[in-house]
């Protein structure tokens, strides 16, 4: 893992950002990407206060993993040798992630092979708000 792949820039997609960078590895843990999460949390015919008492645990737990990266984050940001690397992995990160703004013109599943998971950019937006915030 590195802060960047060596894959020449026109090849690198969001997919591969996400897989194979150091921050990548980080950013693409999600609550929102296992089946199993929905199952254990959300039963069929549940009370309303289970329901909301399990969208309570994965808010907190989803707030524990957005505090966690933006230390990391905001560490690399504060040394000097670490900063413009930052800042290239997080320029990489957007330019790859393009054709999400496209996703009108494009299937689902091509969207979901060249770009990252819905919880990678979930992660990322959320940290670069409190990027913006402090």
């Not at 009108?104 to 959320?126: P, V, W």
């Amino acid at each position: 893992l590195m802060w960047l792949p060596t894959t020449p820039p026109f090849i690198l997609n969001g997919k591969i950002l996400q897989s194979s960078s150091f921050l990548g590895t980080l950013f693409c843990f999600s609550i929102f990407q296992s089946r199993e999460i929905a199952e254990n949390y959300f039963r069929e015919n549940q009370p309303r206060q289970q329901v909301d008492s399990a969208f309570s645990v994965l808010r907190r737990q989803h707030e524990r993993t957005v505090t966690l990266l933006w230390d990391i984050v905001k560490c690399f940001f504060e040394k000097k040798n670490t900063r413009q690397q930052m800042m290239s992995w997080l320029l990489s990160v957007l330019v790859a992630n393009r054709p999400r703004g496209q996703i009108a013109h494009m299937q689902m599943d091509q969207l979901s092979r060249t770009t990252s998971s819905d919880g990678f950019m979930i992660n990322l937006c959320h940290v670069m708000v409190k990027m913006c915030l402090s």
